[in-house]
């Protein structure tokens, strides 16, 4: 059973910045590949940017030059740097991992950008 628990939202305003934490336990983590989503209002969830286990990463044109993301095998947690915020970055923000052909979500956490 793999766990992921996801922090650092909060309220920001335009032109700011923010770093979410997914924390995973449950399976080993260095071989995990995990994506972070977000869901704003009225909105599907949508990918933000994904790293694999080797470190690859990849990012949603809309978040490209203003977020990365980054892993910490040693700790066990991969992160999201969001800078430059937009008031349409406001959304919940949730990372994922696939294990086993089962998807895994965090509870998701909230990040408003004030214009």
């Known amino acids: 059973q793999v766990q992921l628990v996801e922090s650092g939202g909060g309220l920001v305003q335009a032109g700011g910045s923010l770093r979410l934490s997914c924390a995973a336990s449950g399976s080993i983590f260095s071989r995990m590949n995990i994506g972070w989503y977000r869901q704003g209002p009225g909105k599907q969830r949508e990918l933000v940017a994904a790293i694999t286990s080797f470190g690859s990463t990849n990012y949603a044109d809309s978040v490209k030059g203003r977020f990365t993301i980054s892993r910490d095998n040693a700790k066990n947690t991969v992160y999201l740097q969001m800078n430059s915020l937009k008031p349409e970055d406001t959304a919940v923000y949730y990372c994922?991992?696939?294990?086993?052909?089962?998807?895994?979500w965090g509870q998701g956490t909230q990040v408003t950008v004030s214009s």
């Open positions: 994922n991992t696939n294990k086993g052909g089962l998807l895994y």
